[in-house]
C-alpha cells in the first residue's frame, strides 16, 4: 500500500499504530508500513476503525498472505479477545471478495503468486508478464 495511506491511517488510529509511530520502542519491524493493494484500504479502515475503540489493542502487521488480507495485533490476553478476533475475521472474509489492487468484487486468482483480483486486474497483471 502507498505510505501515503499507511500514513493516513497512522494518523487517523495512532493508539494502534504505536509501534509503527514509535518503531525504536519495540524489537518488531512494524515501521514497514502496509504490505498489501490498495483495494483493501475501506476494509482495514472499517476494521481499525472498530479495534481502535478496545483500548489494549496494538497493531504489529497488515500484509496479503495466499491472497488473504492478514491483520496482525499484540498477543497479550485480553477480556476482549472474542471481539477482536471476530473483527479481524470479517476484515479478512471480505478481503476474499474483494480485488486487492481496485476494491472491486474480486476472487482469488493463481498463477505464481496468489492474489485476490478482480478479471480486470487479472488481465493487467498478465499483461506485464
Not at 41 to 47: H, L, P, T, W
Not at 78 to 100: F, L, M, P, R, V
Request: hydrophobic share 30%.
Amino acid at each position: 500500500m502507498k505510505k501515503d495511506l499507511t500514513k493516513q491511517l497512522a494518523k487517523k488510529y495512532p493508539k494502534l499504530f504505536h509501534y509503527y509511530l514509535n518503531p525504536s520502542r519495540t524489537r518488531y519491524p512494524i515501521g514497514l508500513g502496509l504490505e498489501c493493494g490498495e483495494g483493501w484500504y475501506q476494509i482495514i479502515d472499517e476494521a481499525l476503525e472498530k479495534l481502535s475503540k478496545i483500548d489494549e489493542v496494538v497493531l504489529f502487521q497488515i500484509k496479503e498472505k495466499f491472497g488473504g488480507l492478514r491483520i496482525y495485533v499484540g498477543d497479550k490476553p485480553s477480556e476482549h479477545n472474542k471481539e477482536i478476533g471476530d473483527i479481524i475475521h470479517a476484515a479478512e472474509e471480505k478481503a476474499w471478495k474483494t480485488c486487492e489492487y481496485c476494491g472491486k468484487p474480486g476472487k482469488t486468482k493463481g498463477g505464481g503468486w496468489i492474489l485476490t483480483l478482480c478479471d480486470e486486474c487479472e488481465e493487467k497483471r498478465k499483461a506485464r508478464k
